[in-house]
Antibody, heavy 133, light 107 residues
Framework: QEQLVESGGASVRPGGSLRLSCAAS????????MAWVRQAPGKGLEWISY????????YYEDSLRGRFAVSRDNANNAIHLQMKSLRAEDTGVFYC??????????????????????????WGRGTTVTVSS | DIQMTQSPSSLSASVGDRVIITCRAS??????LAWYQQKPGEAPNLLIS???SRQTGVPSRFFGGGSGTQFTLTISSLQPEDFATYYC?????????FGQGTKVEVK
């Protein structure tokens, strides 16, 4: 059964750093994009990042690029989220998720471009980060 | 960035009611919209992808529709286990933004 387990959440001071991890099992990890999503207390979901199966392509929420960095270790079926210069507003639950990519042809006249759409079908239970002085 | 706006932000309904949640995109997202359900203290759960494709195991009372900039999630007959918060998310352009959520509460 597919499973994702996040770890690494902690209480940190503003300006501090933290590394979250997500361990995957029950599926062929290196076939899938993976994602990080966060949720501030009492608030909605916020997309953070996707990382491609081989780690060559990483997409970020623009406002987090530079402070957050995603990586993956396919040998150990894990992804990581390295966060630095943490702020109070980074407090929340951080989820990792498996991403399904579907490719389609986007036609313009008789020519087409290959594009993709994505959705997240397996989620971990999350790990909590608290940034407070 | 594409802004996703859900309406209403919350609603009160009774078991057996038909519930419709709307999600509007600030730009055309084609059919590339997903719906997630989240219960308190739990991770989100994927209900629908590509605007209308119900995931395996999702009850048939959940319907997704729409394209372009306007989408709907319909629950045809609300069940006790459906009281939750629902989010739409577009995946046409990065960043893949979520709507702010719609909380479905007991009337």
């Amino acid at each position: 059964q597919e499973q994702l387990v996040e770890s690494g959440g902690a209480s940190v001071r503003p300006g501090g750093s933290l590394r979250l991890s997500c361990a995957a099992s029950g599926f062929t990890f290196n076939n899938y994009y993976m994602a990080w999503v966060r949720q501030a207390p009492g608030k909605g979901l916020e997309w953070i990042s996707y990382i491609s199966p081989n780690g060559d392509n990483i997409y970020y929420e623009d406002s987090l690029r530079g402070r957050f960095a995603v990586s993956r270790d396919n040998a150990n079926n894990a992804i990581h989220l390295q966060m630095k210069s943490l702020r109070a507003e980074d407090t929340g639950v951080f989820y990792c998720a498996r991403v399904l990519e579907h490719r389609y042809k986007s036609y313009s006249g008789i020519s087409y471009t290959l594009k993709s759409y994505f959705y997240m079908d397996v989620w971990g239970r999350g790990t909590t980060v608290t940034v407070s002085s | 960035d594409i802004q996703m706006t859900q309406s209403p932000s919350s609603l009160s309904a009774s078991v057996g009611d038909r519930v419709i949640i709307t999600c509007r995109a600030s730009h055309d997202v084609n059919y590339w919209l997903a719906w997630y359900q989240q219960k308190p203290g739990e991770a989100p759960n994927l209900l629908i992808s590509a605007a209308s494709s119900r995931q395996t195991g999702v009850p048939s009372r959940f319907f997704g529709g729409g394209s372009g900039t306007q989408f709907t999630l319909t629950i045809s007959s609300l069940q006790p286990e459906d009281f939750a918060t629902y989010y739409c998310q577009q995946s046409n352009d990065f960043p893949h933004t979520f709507g702010q959520g719609t909380k479905v509460e007991v009337k």
